[in-house]
T-cell receptor, first 112, second 113 residues
Framework: NAGVTQTPKFQVLKTGQSMTLQCAQD?????MYWYRQDPGMGLRLIYY???????DKGEVPNGYNVSRLNKREFSLRLESAAPSQTSVYFC???????????FGQGTRLTVV | AQSVAQPEDQVNVAEGNPLTVKCTYS??????LFWYVQYPNRGLQFLLK??????LVKGSYGFEAEFNKSQTSFHLKKPSALVSDSALYFC???????????FGTGTRLQVFP
């Protein structure tokens, strides 16, 4: 039982390159979330998926796309990376509304 | 609109003293409130939650939080701080209608020996 697994853990991209961050959960959670964490900014919600087949924008969706491939997997794609997207990205899974969310260990992304 | 505010970037407290980390929120409907802790280079760990019922909720590592509906606050507390409590603390609110989970900007707790 791994919980929430993110890959890769570290990534360096050149400006303009694309990549997909992967997230998978084995907790049967309906909801999944993608956040970015920047110093002094806390965790900001990029996109979330309240159930399989649905996705919604969060606070900072520009420059990102997501796919809820199935109940387990929720990927985040950067089509054309920019230095402003240098951050630590966290994926989380959430069960019923009255339960806590569980987080992955994060992906540290640097765009040069 | 749903929002969370943590007014203090950093809280400093001496070991053995009580600590409070402040959080206020805004959400439509009944609030589902959470506190998480983050240690350096780690993910977020759940501490405690308020869903309904008693306004004082107890969580992990001796932490507790007080829910105040009239002040829309959910302050984290601990009667006696430990140096090992030093970390980054996040308050969060989950919208009961959209399932959106929003976090505050975080408060760095520094406990001095």
């Amino acid at each position: 039982n791994a919980g929430v697994t993110q890959t890769p853990k570290f990534q360096v991209l050149k400006t303009g390159q694309s990549m997909t961050l992967q997230c998978a959960q084995d907790m049967n959670h309906n909801s999944m979330y993608w956040y970015r964490q920047d110093p002094g900014m806390g965790l900001r919600l990029i996109y979330y998926s309240a159930s399989e087949g649905t996705t919604d924008k969060g606070e900072v969706p520009n420059g990102y796309n997501v796919s809820r491939l199935n109940k387990r997997e929720f990927s985040l794609r950067l089509e054309s990376a920019a230095p402003s997207q240098t951050s630590v990205y966290f994926c989380a899974g959430g069960g019923r509304i009255n339960t806590e969310a569980f987080f992955g260990q994060g992906t540290r992304l640097t765009v040069v | 609109a749903q929002s969370v505010a943590q007014p203090e970037d950093q809280v400093n407290v001496a070991e053995g003293n009580p600590l409070t980390v402040k959080c206020t929120y805004s959400v439509s409907g009944n609030p589902y409130l959470f506190w998480y802790v983050q240690y350096p280079n780690r993910g977020l760990q759940f501490l405690l939650k308020y869903i309904t019922g008693d306004n004082l909720v107890k969580g992990s590592y001796g932490f507790e939080a007080e829910f105040n509906k009239s002040q829309t606050s959910f302050h984290l507390k601990k009667p006696s701080a430990l140096v090992s409590d030093s970390a980054l603390y996040f308050c969060a609110v989950r919208d009961p209608y959209t399932d959106k989970l929003i976090f505050g900007t975080g408060t760095r707790l520094q406990v001095f020996p």
